[in-house]
Nanobody
């Protein structure tokens, strides 16, 4: 079984910074991708950033240049450094772990952490 535990959300003024962490435990294949998604009230969940175990990253256009995703493979932990936060970044942020298990895609999710940015 795989578990994802997120931390680091909170309340911050516009222009401020927050750092989210996501620690994965359990049966984790060495080749995988970890990412952050977010869901604002009344909106669909959207990809924020993703990083593969090889270090390749991808970002949503709305966060490029402001957010940085990184990971520590030895700790199975991913981080999301969020700078220059805007009120529109307010959402519940979910960590995702994506693996291919016996040729079948598998996705695991954290419980979510609230990020609220006020102006």
């Amino acid at each position: 079984q795989v578990q994802l535990v997120e931390s680091g959300g909170g309340l911050v003024q516009a222009g401020g910074s927050l750092r989210l962490s996501c620690a994965a435990s359990g049966s984790i294949f060495s080749i995988n991708a970890m990412g952050w998604y977010r869901q604002a009230p009344g909106k669909q969940r959207e990809l924020v950033a993703v990083i593969t175990s090889g270090g390749t990253t991808n970002y949503a256009g709305s966060v490029k240049g402001r957010f940085t995703i990184s990971r520590d493979n030895a700790k199975n932990t991913a981080y999301l450094q969020m700078n220059s936060l805007k009120p529109e970044d307010t959402a519940v942020y979910y960590c995702n772990l994506h693996m291919i298990i016996r040729a079948v895609p598998a996705d695991y999710w954290g419980q979510g952490t609230q990020v609220t940015v006020f102006s």
